[in-house]
């Protein structure tokens, strides 16, 4: 055992009869975790009773246009900061190291796309909801003055945003059983109870605080949940790198661990190198942050653009800081076990259950603490799970139900409730069969690859590209997400057959005879485990991708997954740049200027700005726009006369 790992202080039991059982909650961790989701249920009845304003869709999906800067910050970073981040990322840092640092880097290049592309575009045209059906109808008198002008159906057409709403209502029926499992796979780890009776536990106290409160109690029970989060990650890295033997011994064993080295290769099939980590970030956080309507409803919920711009700022500063200690956390949890892997010993199952493991190791003799970072866990998945779920509802409710009934506020928002029920549900059901994935990080990115590129490309196509029309932007959508389709559908069947396979970066057990390192010691005998030695290598190895190289033919449905959205993105472009030329712009679908990112206005001739400033995007819209000034010129008079 090297030097700097023999000055590790020592946390864990050392007396022969250390077990993993002493690895477990205790009584305090079970009411630090139980205080936490009083907390939130609190938050619940509070807006869901007591501090609730009008009963409107407005005040339950944008909490009255009237929220503040510092807490949609820290909410935006609470909703991107989910379990899957709090426990699959140190995991991802473990298995494969430092690479996915250019992922969280990334961040510094989305603020300003976001800032001066996409979120101005919607400010200007008033969007409250980046994907709903907007008839320019009235809900209701108290919702007329606030006219949402839907985006890719003012600047494209109808079927262009019903199909970017059929990715979303995809991608989180997809996903929410994902996010809330990752918690539960947590506190089975710590606890040893059935994952799927706690899914059911925590899946009914997020849907009862996100179905009272709306958007408010999402908002601020993620204020709530993000203080959690940011005091818990920095003290499991403190005392990570403390209990290692400092920040020297860390980088020591890391690096002889070859978890510092830098992949700058340029070959797609590499799992994850410095490339794939940025470009395959920047979408992601795009596509999640500035068009996924979760947290566009809570951007757009601030009065003004300005406030959004510095929420957004604020915002990308915390993720960056946060996913940075949380990246690093896996390297510390490598240094920490350098020699003496829990996995290969037979506690702990797979990568995505060592968090647990080295939560309890480093911090059971702190009282509450584990129950602290179980905590964290449970926190960010319900971050998570309740912004999905309630801007699900309100995209279900206006894209799905409302055309066919009679709207009333009542029962808008008694369907809304309903939807985030009926999901909840869904989430206990659908944890059946997450239970089966062997990584969740991989999981999460290889479903959002489908469709999240080809909708980033479209709203570029909307904001950037003049040419672009509703022919343009549905073909492209269309073309994109079929091609990814395959391309991923084909990449698991070579999963499946075995033609590619990722493993970790290799660690081993040749030196868990330290007294740090008794709890595994006493695994290894009670399971009669030996260390393992590596196999002979065959005389012709098998041709395999593996996660740092490939002795096979290069095949792009073998391309890492970290690529998909890179790809989404340029087969759309590559679609619909020839395609503008081959479909006309029709007069009837010129959009007005406010439909573009600021600066391209600035290329766009005088006369063409004025034209389209005047012309309606079609006579229905027209017919539409009359008629409702109309409405309001009558709901003014009804007004000033009940003054």
């Known amino acids: 055992m090297s030097s700097t790992s023999a000055t590790i202080t020592s946390t864990m039991a050392t007396t022969p009869s250390a077990t993993s059982d002493e690895l477990r909650f205790g009584t305090t961790d079970y009411v630090v975790f139980t205080l936490m989701l009083g907390t939130s249920a609190t938050i619940g009845i509070y807006f869901g009773f007591f501090a609730k304003a009008k009963n409107t869709t407005e005040e339950y999906l944008r909490g009255g246009k009237k929220m503040q800067t510092l807490p949609i910050a820290i909410s935006l970073v609470a909703s991107q900061l989910s379990g899957i981040a709090i426990m699959s990322v140190p995991a991802e840092t473990y298995s494969f190291g430092i690479n996915y640092f250019f992922m969280v880097i990334s961040m510094v290049a989305v603020v300003p796309i976001l800032n001066y592309i996409i979120v101005p575009v919607f400010y200007e045209n008033n969007v409250s909801n980046c994907y709903e059906v907007s008839d320019d109808s009235i809900i209701s008198k108290s919702y007329l003055h606030h006219l949402s002008f839907q985006y890719l159906e003012e600047r494209f057409s109808k079927l262009t945003r019903q199909l970017v709403t059929v990715t979303f209502v995809m991608n989180s029926c997809l996903m929410l059983p994902v996010i809330m499992f990752i918690p539960s796979l947590a506190f089975s780890q710590v606890t040893g109870m059935n994952i799927h009776h706690i899914n059911v536990i925590v899946s009914s106290v997020c849907v009862f605080y996100t179905m009272l409160g709306g958007i408010k109690a999402v908002v601020w029970t993620d204020v709530v949940q993000g203080c959690i989060m940011l005091i818990s990650v920095v003290l499991v890295g403190v005392l990570g790198v403390m209990q290692t033997g400092g920040l020297g011994a860390v980088m020591e064993n890391a690096s002889l661990g070859g978890r510092l080295k830098l992949d700058l290769r340029l070959d797609p099939r590499i799992r994850i190198t410095a490339w794939n980590a940025f470009w395959g970030g920047l979408f992601m956080w795009t596509g999640h942050i500035g068009l996924n309507q979760s947290c566009v409803q809570r951007i757009v919920s601030l009065p003004s653009l300005r406030q959004a711009k510095r929420s957004l700022v604020i915002a990308g500063f915390g993720f960056i800081i946060i996913m940075a200690i949380n990246s690093f956390t896996g390297i510390i949890m490598f240094a920490r076990y350098y020699g003496c892997d829990p996995m290969l010993a037979g506690m702990v199952s797979k990568p995505d259950k060592m968090m647990p493991f080295f939560i309890q190791d480093i911090m059971g003799n702190l009282i509450g603490m584990p129950g602290l970072f179980i905590s964290c866990v449970f926190s960010a998945a319900l971050s998570t799970l309740s912004a999905n779920l309630n801007s699900l509802a309100g995209v279900i409710y206006f894209d799905y139900i409302r055309p066919f009934i009679r709207h009333t506020e009542t029962r808008a928002n008694a369907t809304m409730k309903l939807t985030i029920i009926a999901m909840g549900l869904y989430c206990v059901v ?213 003054n």
């Open 430 to 642: 659908g944890g059946y069969a997450v239970q089966n994935f062997s990584s969740i990080i991989q999981t999460v990115i290889t479903i959002t690859g489908i469709n999240t590129g080809a909708v980033v490309a479209v709203f570029f196509l909307g904001m950037l590209y003049p040419r672009a029309n509703s022919k343009v932007a549905v073909t492209s959508l269309i073309f994109s997400v079929l091609v990814m389709f395959c391309i991923i559908c084909k990449g698991q069947m070579n999963f499946k057959a075995g033609y590619v396979k990722y493993e970790g970066l290799p660690n081993s057990l040749d030196q868990c005879d330290a007294p740090q390192f008794q709890v595994i010691l006493n695994a290894i005998h009670n399971n009669r485990t030996t260390p393992i030695t590596p196999t002979p290598a065959p005389e012709v190895p098998p041709l395999v991708t593996g996660a740092f190289e490939s002795n096979r033919e290069f095949s792009i449905f073998e391309i890492s997954f970290y690529w998909y959205k890179v790809i989404g993105i340029l087969v759309t472009i590559l679609w619909a740049v020839p395609a503008s030329y081959i479909f006309k712009i029709d007069p009837k679908e010129l959009s007005s200027p406010k439909m573009f990112a600021p600066f391209i206005r600035k290329f766009m001739k005088a006369h063409q700005a004025t034209e389209l400033e005047e012309l309606p995007l079609n006579g229905d819209k027209l017919k539409e726009k009359q008629e409702l000034h109309i409405d309001l010129t009558k709901f003014q008079k009804e007004k000033n006369g009940s």
